[in-house]
């Protein structure tokens, strides 16, 4: 089978524990591009993951009072989830840049939008104001995510009002312990510990942090807001020595991975 193909040379920083595939800074503009345009993904088929999205979608319900509140999904996939967090809010919007992308005609009702194309923070224009961002197996695919969460937290940030920030990445931790040598592809540019994205969003301006689920999950799953207390690690030796922890397991796993490849 003749297909593009793109490379993967893995680095991880050894201050923060973020991995990321260096060859992807490398690449043709125009190759990265077209990897996004084409990009397309839903589990929805799966009754398993049906189930792990009404469920947290009712953890997000239970953090946060959706009634009256407008919530954007960006690269919302099929559109299921968004459709499950439209029974609690007042307005849902998706947007799914994929040139395949397909929505079901089950997932429309009057709470409910869906855009294909991509959206740009203070680009994009919308009519309504955005209370809730939300983004799922989005953030790793972002040649920028810095950028694109500090240009989301500035977002309406003239207003008063308190904006929130939902999150779900893989978790580093897991894939090196549970060696999933397959979950490592270039359609993902970065992988997060919970130390590395603790750094990201604190970066990016987002504060309030509060982890929705356990850290040592398959998925890191973040609640954060652009208003509230400033956060902070538990202290800087705890994370050094959890940092070293992760250059550990990574090295452990670039060990056994070349065995098992071999």
């Known amino acids: 089978v003749k297909c593009e193909v793109g490379s993967l040379d893995m680095v991880i920083c050894q201050k923060c524990s ?3 595939n260096e060859y992807y800074f490398k690449a043709v503009k125009q190759q990265n591009k077209d990897n996004q345009d084409n990009y397309y993904y839903s589990v929805s088929f799966s009754p398993s993951s049906k189930d792990y999205q009404r469920n947290m979608v009712g953890r997000i319900a239970g953090y946060l009072d959706l009634k009256n509140k407008n919530v954007l999904e960006i690269g919302c996939g099929d559109g299921f989830f968004l459709n499950e967090l439209s029974r609690y809010c007042n ?3 998706g ?3 994929a040139r395949t992308y397909i929505l079901s005609e089950a997932y429309k009702n009057e709470r409910l939008r869906f855009l294909n194309k991509f959206f ?3 680009k994009t224009i919308l009519d309504e104001r955005i209370d809730i961002f939300i983004l799922r197996h989005v953030l790793e695919h972002m040649g920028n995510p810095l950028l694109f969460l500090k240009m989301l937290n500035e977002l309406h940030n003239s ?3 308190t904006q929130h ?4 990445v893989p978790n580093t931790a897991f894939l090196l312990k549970n060696k999933m040598y397959f979950d490592f ?4 540019v970065f992988y997060f510990s919970d130390i590395s994205l603790f750094k990201l969003l604190r970066s990016a301006g987002w504060v309030n942090i509060e982890w929705c689920g356990n850290k040592d999950s398959e998925f890191l799953t ?3 807001s652009n208003k509230g207390r400033i956060d902070t690690l538990e202290n800087n030796a705890l994370d050094s020595e959890r940092v070293s922890n992760y250059l550990k397991a990574a090295n452990s796993f670039a060990r056994k991975y070349s065995t098992w490849r071999s």
């Open 165 to 168: 920030l939902f999150i779900e």
């Open 159 to 161: 207003t008063k009002k």
């Open 91 to 93: 307005k849902a919007i």
């Open 222 to 224: 973040v609640l954060c």
């Open 185 to 188: 592809y270039y359609d993902n």
């Open 18 to 20: 973020l991995i990321f």
């Open 95 to 97: 947007f799914e840049p």
């Open 120 to 122: 740009y923070p203070g």
